[in-house]
């Protein structure tokens, strides 16, 4: 009977660690979400089938807002385009596009990106159908 106490005593000695359930906390305090959506108003979507109409439109937007600074095998003022869209999801790009400012602050990849080339991406205050435009016309590319 004595040994069986004492087991029972030196088992709840024992610290038996509990694993920790709560999440591991994101870089810069952002959610999971964030970190592959992006931060700003577009939520995770699907994209359909490519719309060759609003490629269209996203072409001219790209030329006049965006191809100063991106093309798409070359490095220019910021990254090179090419693949995006197999990196990064369709929210986060239009999340960049609509929301620089934050996304340039508080993202570590936009961070990363500031930090590589050396400028943060400036607001081109686009809008919603102007972003969606671009984001198709480098969908169709």
């Known amino acids: 009977m004595r040994s069986i106490i004492l087991i029972v005593l030196v088992l709840a000695a024992c610290e038996v ?3 920790d359930k ?6 810069a305090g952002l959610s999971e979400a964030q970190l592959e959506h992006g931060i700003g108003p577009i939520e995770p979507f699907v ?5 060759s109409a609003l490629a269209a439109e996203g072409e001219k ?3 006049l ?3 100063s600074c991106h093309q798409w095998d070359t490095r220019l003022v910021g990254p090179p385009l090419s693949g995006v ?3 990064r999801a369709p929210a986060f790009v239009m999340n960049v596009l609509l929301n620089p400012d934050e996304m340039g602050k508080k993202h570590p990849e936009m961070i990363a990106q500031r930090e590589e080339y050396g400028v943060a991406m400036p607001n081109q205050f686009l809008s919603r159908d102007e972003a969606r435009g671009i984001l198709e016309y480098i969908r169709g590319k």
């Open 17 to 19: 660690p509990v694993p």
């Open 22 to 27: 709560t999440p591991a906390a994101a870089p």
């Open 47 to 51: 994209l359909p089938g490519v719309n």
């Open 61 to 63: 937007s790209f030329t």
């Open 65 to 67: 807002k965006c191809a």
């Open 85 to 87: 869209l197999e990196r």
